[in-house]
């Protein structure tokens, strides 16, 4: 079942941009131990799959507010994996949410139910070069780093794909300290991915979660930046 399409008007807006997206086959097992009642691991080619996204907000905003300075750019850093809810419908689960934003993250927290963590941040854009550095507040050694250069432009993810799977996702579900499970949703133009090349990856933030991530990722996507509206967090 696709994600149904958003019947509320958009409560917020932001940009997303210098997306890069990492993944590995995880055993299901392993995911769904980590999962609330009411969710499934969504599958492709048997496998649960679990992601390792950097990436930076721009832009964002309520619905009433313009961007504000310092308050709307900033930089994010997910560890992600994909369900389904027991309508069927597939989303994303967050494992985790790196932020440098301290009010992004009591926001996100407290209305979204979203695991958001601070951390010390950093990303420098040369060209067509990024690098992206991430130091979890509480977590002792070195950051986490990315670097990846770019290939674009990009294309849509063909249907049916692994490529699709991964990143054509408009939902996300999180749980309250009750246990009680939410449902999200965004809307955006398809991702327009290619294939970058990756010189710097951690898997530290999966580590933390719980996941020994071995061998390189199977999957390596980078993404252009897209406009997103972002539709009211509603109780399952």
């Not at 958009?10 to 890069?20: E, I, N, T």
């Not at 619905?63 to 310092?70: F, K, M, Q």
């Not at 369900?83 to 009591?106: E, I, K, M, Y």
């Not at 490529?163 to 579900?173: A, D, G, K, M």
């Amino acid at each position: 079942m696709p994600a149904p399409h958003p019947t509320t008007p958009a409560v917020g807006f932001q940009q997303w941009r210098d997306l890069l997206f990492l993944h590995w086959r995880v055993p299901v097992q392993a995911v769904q131990a980590t999962l609330p009642p009411g969710l499934v691991v969504d599958t492709f080619d048997g496998d649960a799959w679990l992601g390792i996204v950097p990436f930076a907000m721009a832009r964002v905003r309520p619905r009433w507010l313009p961007p504000l300075p310092w308050l709307s750019w900033f930089l994010e850093l997910n560890v992600r994996t994909y369900v389904r809810d027991a309508q069927g419908v597939p989303g994303v689960w967050f494992h985790s949410l790196d932020c440098n934003q301290p009010l992004a993250v009591t926001i996100a927290r407290t209305l979204f139910h979203l695991p958001y963590l601070h951390a010390r941040m950093h990303a420098t854009r040369t060209a067509n070069a990024l690098v992206y550095r991430s130091q979890r507040s509480g977590v002792a050694g070195d950051p986490w780093e990315y670097a990846w250069r770019t290939h674009g432009p990009g294309q849509p993810a063909a249907h049916a794909t692994l490529e699709h799977f991964l990143v054509e996702r408009y939902v996300l579900y999180s749980a309250d300290a009750r246990g009680r499970l939410y449902r999200g949703q965004v809307s955006h133009a398809p991702y327009r991915i290619h294939v970058p090349t990756v010189e710097r990856y951690d898997t530290g933030p999966a580590a933390l979660a719980g996941f020994t991530l071995r061998g390189a990722p199977v999957s390596i996507l980078a993404a252009e930046p897209v406009d997103v509206a972002i539709h009211p967090l509603r109780r399952r």
